[in-house]
């Protein structure tokens, strides 16, 4: 199953989607990107942090302005069926591409005349999973559906930072040890915690779990287990997906 399926998306309609956590975010935001150019839309791409400078061959226009009214005015001009990249810079130094304010999203997607607006919305510095800081995720209020993600890849490795990204923080949110070992029950804590994987997501803004790096069928019995626990908790979960963004056909199970 493609995410489009896998998410419920209306895809003759219009979304702004903000993909948050750890373990596969750009990779799932280039995936959406994709599947929406093959059905004709007309699909924006960009971020409200900083994502390493895209490969040309993930975007059919790149447009880097510190000026929202430039962005606005070179996006009417651009056709359906095509992937536009938006930045405000380029920091050479580490050759990523920074991102946009999270209030220039609604007028650029409005004025813009984007049917999809696809998000990273969150740093991970590559880890499987992380704990937000004080100023993160930067989700834009306007996001009509918040994907969080999560790298099951991560599963029995210390709570430290070889794996964790902001480790203090996460063994605070997820009531662990530094040097503990992550297991699903630390996962779920993760996810339902008012500071954890959806940190500032308004309640207007659907909320989709993705299981990312799924490896073998131990793996994903354990993943619908925790998926499974999760919708029951009913912290305004819609459902959970399950499976590897890195695969022809990504989601292997859905939870709702």
């Known amino acids: 199953m493609n995410l489009l399926n896998a998410l419920e998306l209306d895809v003759q309609g219009n979304n702004i989607i903000s993909i948050v ?12 990107g994709n599947e929406l150019k093959e059905l004709d839309r007309k699909v924006l791409l960009t971020t409200t942090t900083a994502i390493y400078y895209p490969m040309s061959n993930e975007y059919d ?5 510190n000026n929202l009214e430039q962005l606005i005015l070179e996006s009417k001009r651009l056709s359906r069926g095509t ?7 380029i920091f050479h130094d580490n050759n990523k591409l920074k991102g946009i304010e999270k209030e220039w999203v609604k007028p650029l997607f ?4 984007y049917d ?7 740093g991970a510095k590559r880890k499987s999973i992380k704990a937000p800081t004080w100023y993160e995720p930067v ?18 490795k210390r709570i430290d930072e070889n ?35 959806f940190k500032g997501c308004k309640n207007h803004s659907k909320k989709v779990v993705l299981l990312n790096k799924v490896r ?30 890195n695969m022809e056909n990504p989601i292997i199970k859905i939870v709702e």
Do not use: P
């Open 163 to 197: 794996w964790v990204h902001r480790a203090n923080i996460f063994s605070r949110v997820v009531g662990k040890e530094i040097g503990d070992i992550i297991d699903y029950e630390t996962i779920s804590r993760l996810i339902i915690s008012r500071e954890g994987l």
């Open 83 to 89: 992937i536009t990249m938006i930045g405000k810079n």
């Open 139 to 156: 989700i834009a209020n306007c996001s009509t559906l918040v994907v969080g993600c999560i790298g099951l890849d991560i599963i029995g």
């Open 216 to 245: 073998d069928d131990e793996q994903l019995f354990y993943a619908q287990k925790l998926g499974e626990k999760i919708i029951k908790d009913g912290v305004n979960i819609s459902r959970v997906i399950i499976g590897n963004v």
């Open 110 to 113: 409005n004025q813009g005349d």
């Open 61 to 65: 226009n790149l447009i880097i302005s």
């Open 21 to 32: 956590g750890a373990g596969g975010k750009t990779t799932t935001m280039y995936r959406l």
């Open 116 to 122: 999809f607006l696809v998000i990273e919305a969150d």
